[in-house]
């Protein structure tokens, strides 16, 4: 979950170039994109006692081509660290896609034509700086087929 001051731009950029009938969760920094539903109390327990330290430091800091999206790339060692310690824990649990390599990044467009999405890049990088993003917290949801349902949010104190 994003901070305030972060959150609102994020959401517009999504709901300005995310195709609507896929927009079915809102802007996010996804950790692990599948874990098996015998894990939620357990992550639960984990992410709860993530966020009783003080919220991650992290940095949008580059425009990433998805072929037929586009994302912000999301720089943070600690939430790195995290990630990490999470996928240690789930080891043997993880899907193909979460037990490799961790690429962050804000999905904010996605399923368009490849050159929908170029256009998008370009405007983007024009005017990109490297930027603080702050990171609120942290949530878990639940995939029902086609529509999400959240689960529980972890704030982060300090």
Do not use: C
């Amino acid at each position: 979950m994003f901070g305030d001051g972060d959150n609102g731009w994020l959401q517009e950029l999504r709901r300005a170039h995310y195709p609507p009938e896929r927009n079915q969760v809102p802007a996010h920094l996804t950790l692990f994109h599948h874990l098996p539903p015998s894990l939620e109390s357990e992550l639960g327990r984990r992410l709860g006692t993530y966020a009783a330290t003080p919220p991650p430091r992290a940095t949008i800091a580059g425009v990433i081509d998805l072929g037929a999206g586009t994302a912000l790339r999301v720089h943070s060692e600690e939430l790195e660290d995290i990630r990490y310690d999470m996928a240690e824990a789930f080891r043997g649990l993880l899907t193909p896609q979460d037990a490799g390599p961790w690429r962050p990044h804000i999905t904010i467009q996605n399923k368009v034509e490849p050159r929908e999405a170029g256009k998008l890049q370009q405007q983007l990088r024009a005017t990109f700086q490297p930027r603080p993003l702050a990171i609120r917290g942290l949530a878990s949801w639940r995939y029902l087929g086609g529509p999400w349902e959240p689960i529980r949010t972890h704030v982060f104190r300090g």
